[in-house]
């Protein structure tokens, strides 16, 4: 928070005040959830403005901010404004509605709005860079993670289908974490050539690759981690792209290091793809940032012009796709260091036929 107020007092055209609307923002400042309710931040102080139902947990759990029960939201905020001098408001420009931005204009005509994306970009650059708290939790849902890969390796049998191995997936991450990461995806055989395919009926056959792609929940904090794995007896064609891929992916951890751009290394892995003719067959970024939100700056993409600094978390899965045939995706999550990269995912990248 006191990173927040000094980022504001710098901005050019002094802001004076913020409205934090997003929840996932509210619960990085405050570290406690709720699904509806504002942060108020002026220059020197914080507000959490919520109702009943969050009101007495907030007061117990919520440290160094004030709670405010709100029985009336507009009254709440005139207040705000008049007791911190406010005349210039910035809102969450990526997160308030025409509607809801149309009321504040109405109800406070004194105030100058600033909608432009300076407050957004303030609170999602301090979010790209993970304290020390931050990467425990996404460490402990990784942990989690690895764990529903070995079971689920242990699952997998022709008599399984897609959708089988995904349930059996989510049931295990419910069971031992907070919540699933995102919607679970298990794709085989010709399905695999679909990047975020959706888990169907389709049994597993001979000869299949499986690509699953899943991630825990610890806190509120995401991990995220695809594996793509053989049923049965290998091809020599796709073994050829696993180690394409395979290679393509050693090649961006090596690379990682503080101060490259991070379209320059999605770059590097492009490059290399095209070397083997594969290049439009790699469709998707080579990672993003991983934190609150399973997608979250920094953008490893052709136009990721973020350079990567020590403590940002990022996945690094590259992937080739062959339409109507299959399919290989491998990514492991790794957390910037000042001399390279941790890898926060220790299983096995070697091919595993089961």
């Known amino acids: 928070m006191q990173k ?12 004076d005040c913020g409205i934090i609307s997003n929840s996932v923002n509210i619960k990085y400042f405050t570290k406690f959830s709720l699904t509806d309710g504002l942060l108020i931040v002026t220059h020197d102080d914080a507000y959490l403005l919520t109702d009943f139902r969050y009101y007495e947990m907030a007061k117990m759990r919520v440290k160094d901010i004030s709670v405010i029960c709100s029985k009336d ?28 931005f149309e009321s504040y204009k109405e109800r406070f005509k004194a105030i100058n709005f600033i909608t432009d994306s300076r407050f957004d970009d303030i609170i999602l650059n301090l979010r790209m860079i993970k304290t020390d708290y931050e990467i425990k939790k996404i460490e402990q849902a990784q942990e989690i993670t690895e764990l529903a890969f070995d079971h689920i390796l242990n699952f997998i049998s022709k008599d399984k289908t897609e959708l089988d191995i995904a349930r059996e997936l989510n049931a295990f991450i419910l069971n031992n974490s907070d919540g699933l990461s995102f919607d679970t995806i298990v794709v085989s055989g010709s399905n695999s050539s679909l990047p975020h395919g959706t888990p169907s009926n389709k049994l597993i056959q001979n000869g299949d690759l499986i690509t699953m ?39 961006a951890l090596d690379s990682v290091k503080e101060g490259i751009v991070c379209c320059d290394l999605d770059s ?81 990248k070697n091919l595993i036929c089961i």
């Open 268 to 348: 590097l892995v492009r490059k290399y793809f095209r070397k083997f003719g594969f290049d439009s067959e790699f469709g998707h970024s080579l990672g993003h940032g991983v934190g609150l939100d399973i997608h979250e700056k920094p953008s490893l993409s052709p136009r990721g012009n973020v350079e990567l600094k020590k403590g940002m978390v990022v996945t690094i899965e590259p992937g080739i796709y062959l339409s109507g045939k299959f399919g290989v995706r491998i990514e492991d999550m790794i957390l910037v260091t000042e001399n390279g990269y941790k890898n926060f995912t220790k299983c096995s």
């Open 4 to 15: 927040l107020f000094e980022l504001m007092k710098a901005l050019p055209h002094d802001i």
């Open 213 to 251: 792609d899943f991630g825990a929940i610890v806190d509120g904090y995401h991990s995220d981690m695809t594996r793509t794995v053989c049923f049965g007896e290998m091809s020599s064609e796709k073994q050829e792209i696993y180690n394409i891929v395979l290679s393509g992916q050693k090649l």
């Open 73 to 100: 939201l507009n009254a709440d905020l005139k207040n705000i404004f008049k007791t911190n001098s406010c005349s210039r408001v910035a809102i969450e420009s990526s997160n308030v509605v025409v509607k809801t």
